[in-house]
């Protein structure tokens, strides 16, 4: 079993940039992709990306797609999301995840990740 923990968290004014780190452990965190998500307040959690168990590849949902880039780091067991140029609209409790199994086709399906950090806040002010 995976455990995540989230930080990197807080305010920023549009416009500005965060980093969140996702630090992994429990199991071999170099074979398996890891995602993030976000859950504003009253909506749904959204998908933002995911990158493969290697950091060579990654992928984007449209809506942060060229604004946020995800990379992981295997020496420190971290995965990383770099936001920059933030909305207000980005206001949201933002969350890491892993699939509990191990899966080799990628991208992975929003439903194959099953593992999830207790998430940061991240608050963006117009």
């Known amino acids: 079993q995976v455990q995540l923990v989230e930080s990197g968290g807080g305010l920023v004014q549009a416009g500005g940039s965060l980093r969140l780190s996702c630090q992994a452990s429990?199991?071999?965190?170099?074979?398996?992709?890891m995602g993030w998500f976000r859950q504003a307040s009253g909506k749904e959690r959204e998908f933002l990306g995911g990158i493969d168990w290697s950091g060579s590849r990654t992928y984007y949902a449209d809506s942060v797609k060229g604004r946020f880039t995800i990379s992981r780091d295997a020496a420190k067991n971290t995965v990383n999301l770099q936001m920059n140029s933030l909305k207000f609209e980005d206001t949201a409790v933002y969350y890491c995840?892993?699939?509990?199994?191990?899966?080799?086709?990628?991208?992975?399906?929003?439903?194959?990740?099953?593992?999830w950090g207790q998430g940061t806040q991240v608050t963006v002010s117009s």
């Open positions: 995840a892993a699939p509990s199994r191990l899966i080799r086709y990628f991208p992975l399906k929003d439903t194959d990740y099953d593992s």
């Open positions: 429990g199991r071999t965190f170099s074979t398996y992709a």
